[in-house]
């Protein structure tokens, strides 16, 4: 239960931070907050020669408006996300869902950007950032660029980035106009990871009929999983309870691939996305019609 | 070889300076370098919540941070409550009070949690109150007794 050995460097500035990285491409690992590497440290499933701590990088902590996006730096802590005034008034979507991320121990050191790059299927960030439409930025030597994040989870604990490259801003666009949203998660308890949850985005146009929907879910398969046919089927409509079901069940029964574990089986999970579809779109709905 | 940092951290306002292994957590080093072992280890993984402690102010878990990354911050532990034995934190004496310990290993933890949302939140319903302390693990009281425990603490603490 304790890590094994190796070299550590806390760099200050991030120039600093990506040239070491590149140094130690393959043996060094990023540490940021730490709260999903280093108990994979302590238990030796994981053994980084070199650790690259980001703490240290004051530059990379940061949320900002910026036009009709936010700015988010890798470094903020989930913690800081949760009582952001800017995030909760334009990615209210966000806002909810924050809270359900671990315990306020875990968030007050974990941070967006580790979690995103850590890219468990069962964690909320990734699911987030994919219903958002997030823009990510990654910077290596060889420069800057940014991935969506429907391109960014490419499998289970895996991304898009190249190994000398670290994720250093998220990007994330307000919620557009009369946009609802609903985020449920079900957990054996507060702060264990879901056995499943949903986050679900409603637009509804001047007419009151849908414009677009975003159902995304969490420890549904290899990463976060949108379900397209059923957000597809709503599209148009004024998301009447029956209409609803049957994109509940195209989502649950089609589109997700949850795997089961020891709290949920295959079938209950599928069960909890069918339900959990029904009540986030309802809700996103009500709160869609409320900003009209 | 193995590297070895020179690190000087503020425990309970006073300042310890040692060398350490990169790998070192911040519970070892607190339990082991400095003798403080108010702070308590349980699962190590960040799941029990027994070795949380403040950092810079905030709650966390010790076994999720190296000593290193707490060179030049302030870490309180659980020593760092009371003035001394017979002047307890008001926290601590309603611990005592409504009996919100048994084997008493989770306290440490569940005090350094309950402080700063106490702090957040001076009147917490009882629902708040057992949301806050859902990352922390308690295999003896069933949580009634700590839940009282905090209640009379808030009271006291007005």
Not at chain 1, 138 to 162: C, I, P, Q, Y
Not at chain 2, 100 to 128: A, D, R, S, V
């Amino acid at each position: 239960m304790k890590p094994a050995p190796f070299e550590y460097y806390a760099p200050d500035s991030l120039e600093q931070a990506v040239d070491l990285f590149s140094q130690y491409v393959g043996d060094g690992k990023i540490l940021a907050g730490g709260q999903s590497l280093v108990p994979a440290m302590n238990f030796r499933v994981v053994q980084p020669s070199v650790l690259i701590d980001l703490n240290r990088v004051g530059e990379l902590s940061y949320i900002r408006e910026d036009g009709d996006v936010i700015r988010i730096g890798a470094m903020t802590r989930e913690r800081q996300l949760e009582f952001d005034s800017s995030i909760a008034k334009w990615t209210p979507l966000l806002h909810e869902a924050v809270p359900f991320i671990a315990h306020p121990q875990i968030r007050n050191r974990g941070t967006i950007g580790g979690s995103i790059v850590h890219a468990d299927p069962a964690a909320e960030l990734p699911v987030l950032m994919t219903a958002l439409n997030a823009r990510l930025k990654a910077k290596s030597v060889s420069g800057e660029r940014w991935v969506d994040a429907k391109d960014f989870f490419v499998g289970m604990f895996t991304t898009a980035l190249e190994p000398n490259e670290i994720l250093i801003e998220i990007e994330l666009p307000f919620m557009p106009a009369r946009t609802g949203w609903s985020f449920v998660e079900v957990a054996p308890r507060a702060g264990d990871y879901a056995m499943m949850g949903v986050a679900a985005l409603v637009t509804l146009d001047a007419n009151g009929k849908c414009k677009g929907a975003k159902l995304v879910y969490l420890n549904a398969g290899e990463g976060p999983m949108e379900a397209k046919e059923a957000e597809k089927l709503l599209e148009g409509t004024t998301l009447g309870d029956t209409l609803v079901e049957e994109a509940a069940v195209i989502a649950s029964e089609k589109e997700i691939n949850p795997f089961g574990n020891t709290h949920a089986s295959i079938d209950f999970q599928r069960h909890l996305a069918k339900v959990l579809t029904q009540k986030t779109l309802k809700l996103a709905t009500q709160r869609a019609g409320e900003l009209q | 070889m193995t590297q070895s940092i020179s690190i000087t951290v503020k425990v309970n306002d006073k300042e310890y300076t040692r060398d350490v292994e990169p790998r070192m957590l911040l519970s070892d080093f607190l339990r082991h370098e400095l003798g403080l072992t108010g702070t308590h280890v349980g699962c190590e993984h960040g799941v029990c919540g027994a070795c949380t402690i403040l950092f810079d102010g905030e709650s966390e878990r010790s076994c999720l941070i190296f000593a290193v990354q707490a060179d030049s911050h302030h870490v309180t532990t659980v020593e760092g409550l009371a003035k001394d034995k017979d002047n307890l934190h008001p926290l601590q004496q309603s611990f005592w009070e409504a009996h919100g310990l048994q084997c008493g290993y989770c306290t440490p933890g569940i005090l350094m949690t309950m402080i700063p949302f106490l702090k957040q939140n001076p009147n917490p319903t009882e629902e708040e109150i057992r949301h806050a302390l859902s990352g922390n693990l308690c295999r003896c009281t069933g949580y009634q007794h700590i839940v009282d425990a905090v209640k009379l603490a808030a009271e006291k603490m007005k």
